[in-house]
């Protein structure tokens, strides 16, 4: 498992990496990064836009209410 590698094959390089550039992708760490906090800061709005319609939508229903 250890031994040396045969004639021509690069050094080891880490999993992520190694299945990248299999692929063919040119993976970079900031990249990466940048995509995860844009996929987070688009979570983190989808979520306050869900908890003020949902406060609006009760509060309509209240409003709503007080009226009949």
Request: aromatic share 8%; net charge negative; with cysteine.
């Amino acid at each position: 498992m250890g031994g040396p590698l045969p004639p021509g094959l690069p050094p080891p390089l880490d999993t992520f990496k190694n299945v990248a550039l299999i692929a063919g992708l040119d993976v970079s760490l900031f990249h990466l990064g940048l995509e995860f906090m844009l996929a987070l800061a688009l979570g983190q709005l989808f979520v306050e836009l869900s908890i003020f319609v949902h406060n609006h939508f009760i509060e309509d229903c209240l409003q709503h209410e007080s009226l009949l």
